[in-house]
């Protein structure tokens, strides 16, 4: 009975690894599933419920699909799509000739589909709705002047003009728009796009500017005057998708054509923008004409489970990485001499960076690009300081006469270092192990930003949507979660330092 | 009886210092050797360039005959037992996994490893109880019989202590010493043993060789150093410590 008290202390160490072992599990959890289709979205509203509705689209067709919600803008997602961390995303046509073919003509669908293939990249024909800029104005007051079009507005240059900054400046905005169509209105302020339903509403202003699936527009109860000149290029949604996706993904894809029109659109948009909730606003879309009940998408506990067990496996796999390397690092440090000072300040350094200057570091180089990977690796060179530091003071605290007791033994340096010098620096390597994680845990909230998700996705949205209660629930959350790996560590603690040191 | 260590015009620098001169010395088996000196006389150079924890700058040491070099030192100090002043044992282990730490590694069987442990429970007047306890959990004297124990647990040849009593208070270094004394007669042990404490030295010591600034000044049984120092120094070193000679 007094041999198994000694066991006890030797089997502490197997122990840390059953405790990664753990933690590698998790990281398989990962890649478990077969490689789904991943939709990326841009960061507004029309973009989070487009990318639902396909992957909803896909998912029907019995295609397990991803959705990577917000990732950025233009550049970002087009990248992404080039690069195949994603395989399709909704994007409109005037953008795709401006800002990703960089010409300023009008291309036809032709054009443009031909000038993509080059990339690789396929394009469904248009969704059926065209977000491009519009005019609005009160209902009522349209039907009090009789104004149907954007030539009536010649005939009243008394009407008060309220155009955001970029519509004011655009090369297809406000002084083109003018001059082809004459029109005679001397009032036009510059507004916040914003402000500037709030302005029309209280009749500061008559007309403004706007997206013509813009929830907005029904919610006040505008009109938008007709483009009947032509003016507007047009940006009419479509998704773009890599030419090598599976065939059945494109053609589940293609059956979305023509199925969206303005109208509808906007309903859509409006929902997604009341209820913040942009698998129901997608579900809206697969409802029409049939009676599905299941209008309510993921409920909150479901989404809650989704993005926790996505954060500890970011938190989780890159904490694993960060022992991994971070421990025999720390070995090497401990020895001191010009091999140790550049680890430690190296780590050091890394620390000093901000967490998202480092994501955005990453995100440019071919190995990373916008994905869970370059998530997991930030994470990972943040969490290396706290345990190489930790680790190197650890063993450098062992008084020289136990170093020199354990030499004089004849035990062989595998052993020493095994059996003697690292169970004697536990205290200290778990505590660095612990300041790791918990960072960890609080930093992997970014990785939401390229669309890595965890509890960062609700905050992201919330800082979109503005509003407070989605981004507390993923706020919660993580702090919850924080703490409690704090406490887990804590308890590790007595598992894993050996008693001895503990009394 | 023949030289169990020898140690031919071995020499030690420390950045700046000597701290042993070239130094000619034998150990002779069976026997206590007393190493003594003031402090920084290169007492513990010598016992530390024994077991190999500093090489030397010049000159061999030879352990029966044997050259110790960095390829067989591992294999010598299996040979060798070594005791420092603080014990030296391990906190995150047990007295008794300090003691069999070395015999597990060389894979002794367990029944083996139970009865030399049992043997050296008696022989250090250890209580077998006490085996399961952590070293902050046993008295400064309990330590250092652990530590006996420990470098005694493969039998080795020679027996290293460090001013392995400095620490204690004089009661428990009393019972200590004589127990020791009664150790090393009984194993037949050779013993090179260091100490600052003349008493101690004199007490022990079939063979005192006192130190001073890196040199060996005289070897010889107390009496000799007593009756005819080799140079002042070791009438100065006597005569400094005569009120805790009490024979």
Known sequence: ?503 | MSALVKLADVSKRYAGAQALHSTNLSIERGKTTLLIGPSGCGKSTLLRLMIGLIAPDSGTIAFNDLTITPTNIDSLRRRIGYVIQEGGLFPHLTARANVLLMARYLGKSQEEMQSRLMELCELTRFSDTLLSRYPVELSGGQRQRVSLMRALMLSPELLLLDEPLGALDPLVRASLQKDLKEIFARLQQTVLFVTHDLGEAIYFGDEIVLMNEGRIVQKGSASDLREKPAEPFVSEFINAQRGVVLT
Request: hydrophobic residues 45%.
């Open chain 1, 1 to 503: 009975m007094l041999v198994g008290r000694d066991r006890r202390a030797r089997r502490a160490l197997p122990l840390c690894w059953l405790a990664l072992l753990f933690v590698m599990f998790l990281a398989a959890v990962i890649s478990a599933s077969a490689n789904p289709i991943i939709i990326g979205s841009k960061k507004f509203t029309e973009s989070y419920v487009l990318g639902e509705i396909a992957k909803r689209t896909l998912n029907d067709a019995v295609i397990p699909a991803e959705h990577r919600q917000g990732m950025g803008g233009t550049i970002i997602l087009w990248q992404a799509l080039q690069g195949g961390q994603i395989d399709a995303y909704p994007e409109y046509t005037g953008t795709i000739a401006q800002e990703i073919l960089k010409t300023n003509r009008q291309l036809s669908l032709n054009e443009i589909g031909d000038a993509l293939a080059r990339f690789g990249v396929g394009m469904t024909k248009p969704l059926g709705f065209n977000n491009t800029y519009a005019l609005v104005m009160r209902r009522s007051e349209a039907q009090r002047l009789g104004l149907r079009t954007i030539s009536d507005l010649r005939k009243h240059p008394e009407l008060k003009i309220g155009l955001t900054h970029e519509f004011l400046d655009r090369q297809d905005g406000w002084r083109p728009l003018r001059e082809r169509y004459g029109l005679p209105q001397r009032n036009v302020i510059g507004i916040d796009h914003a402000l500037g339903y709030a302005a029309l509403a209280n009749g500061s202003i008559d007309v403004k500017d706007a997206y013509s699936t813009d929830a907005k527009i029904a919610e006040n109860d505008l009109v938008t005057l007709e483009d009947d000149l032509g003016f507007f290029p047009k940006y009419e949604a479509v998704f773009l998708f890599r030419l090598s996706m599976r065939p059945d993904a494109i053609a589940a894809l293609r059956r979305l054509e023509g199925t969206l029109d303005e109208k509808r659109m906007i309903r859509l948009n409006l929902e997604a923008e009341r209820t913040k909730n942009y698998t129901r606003a997608a579900n809206l879309y697969f409802e029409d004409g049939a009676k599905s009940t299941d209008t309510m998408g993921e409920s909150f506990p479901q989404k809650l489970a989704r993005w926790t067990l996505r954060h500890l496996q970011l938190a989780g796999f890159s904490l694993l990485l960060s022992v991994l390397f971070g421990i025999p690092l720390g070995i090497l440090a401990s020895r001191g001499g010009p091999i140790g000072q550049s680890i430690l300040g190296f780590a050091s350094v890394v620390q000093t960076i901000p967490s998202l200057a480092l994501l955005a570091l990453l995100v440019p180089l071919p190995f990373f690009g916008i994905s869970v990977r370059t998530a997991i690796t930030a994470l990972f060179l943040y969490g290396l300081l706290p345990i190489v530091r930790n680790t190197a003071s650890g063993l450098q605290d062992i008084p020289r006469s136990l170093r020199e007791s354990a030499i004089a033994l004849g035990l062989s340096p595998i052993i020493r270092l095994w059996q003697i010098y690292l169970p004697m620096a536990s205290r200290s390597i778990l505590s660095g192990i612990k300041t790791s994680a918990v960072i960890n845990i609080g930093t992997a909230t970014l990785a939401a930003l390229i669309g890595a998700g965890g509890l960062g996705e609700p905050i992201l949205s919330g800082l979109n949507l503005n509003d407070h209660v989605t981004i507390l629930e993923g706020a919660i959350p993580a702090a919850l979660l924080a703490l409690l790996v704090q406490w887990l560590f804590d308890l590790l603690d007595r598992v894993l330092i050996p008693k001895g040191l503990r009394i």
